[in-house]
C-alpha cells in the first residue's frame, strides 16, 4: 500500500471535521467536494456567511486581551477577523468547533503560521513552529521503504542547534503517528563535500 493510500485510509476511519477557509480558491472548493466525495472527512468550506457576528466580537475582544501586551491594537485586530475567515475558523479549531483547520492555497506561509501561532498555540515541549513534508519514493530502498519526511523547509531558514532538536523531535513525531513508521534521524546540509561554503553549511 502506498503512503497516500494509508494516510486517506486512516484519515477516513477516523472521520474528522476539517475546515477549510479560503472559501473562494477554486482549487479549495474542488478539494472540498473531493475529500467528502471520498469519505476521507467532513471537509467544511467556511464562507463569510457562515461567520456568527456574536462569537465574532467575543474571538476579537478575547485574542486582543491575549496579545494586547505585545502592541497589538483593537483595530489591528478586528481587521484580521473581518478580512477573511482564516483567523475565525482557527479560533473556531483551537475550541475544537473543528478538528482541524487547513490553509495556504491563498495565504502565504507567514500569514498562515502567525495566525496557527496566535490562536491555536505551540506545543510547550516543542517551543516553536517548523514545517515538514513527506516524500514518497517507488522502488527506494532508504528511509521507511522509500518514505521519507523531511524538516523544516518553509518556517526556520537559520536554525540553531535547539532549533534543529526540535524540528528533529518534531517531524520524528508527526511521522510516528501519522505514517505509523519508527522514525530514524539524519541532519542533512544543502552542502555536499563542500560545493557551499558558508557558515551555516560548515
Avoid: W
Avoid at 39 to 46: D, E, R
Avoid at 49 to 57: G, I, P, R, S, Y
Avoid at 105 to 123: E, N
Amino acid at each position: 500500500m502506498d503512503v497516500i493510500t494509508k494516510i486517506r485510509d486512516r484519515a477516513r476511519a477516523k472521520q474528522r471535521t476539517i475546515v477549510l477557509p479560503e472559501y473562494n480558491d477554486e482549487r479549495v472548493i474542488e478539494a472540498v467536494k473531493l475529500l467528502n466525495k471520498e469519505g476521507i472527512c467532513k471537509a467544511v468550506l467556511f464562507t463569510p456567511e457562515m461567520v456568527d457576528k456574536n462569537e465574532l466580537e467575543r474571538y476579537i475582544q478575547d485574542f486582543y486581551a491575549q496579545h494586547r501586551a505585545k502592541d497589538m491594537e483593537l483595530d489591528v485586530v478586528r481587521k484580521l477577523f473581518t478580512s477573511d475567515t482564516l483567523y475565525y475558523t482557527a479560533m473556531m479549531t483551537a475550541e475544537n468547533k473543528f478538528d482541524g483547520l487547513v490553509a495556504g492555497a491563498s495565504h502565504t506561509t507567514p500569514d498562515m503560521v502567525r495566525a496557527s501561532m496566535r490562536c491555536l498555540g505551540i506545543d510547550e515541549r516543542i517551543t516553536l513552529v517548523s514545517s515538514c513534508f513527506i516524500m514518497d519514493v517507488p522502488n527506494c530502498p532508504y528511509g521507511e521503504k522509500g518514505t521519507f519526511v523531511f524538516a523544516d523547509c518553509g518556517v526556520i531558514p537559520e536554525p540553531n542547534s535547539r532549533q534543529l532538536a526540535c524540528i528533529a523531535l518534531s517531524a520524528a513525531e508527526m511521522g510516528h503517528k501519522v505514517l505509523d513508521l519508527e522514525p530514524r534521524i539524519a541532519f542533512l546540509s544543502y552542502s555536499t563535500k563542500g560545493s557551499a561554503r558558508t557558515k551555516s553549511a560548515e
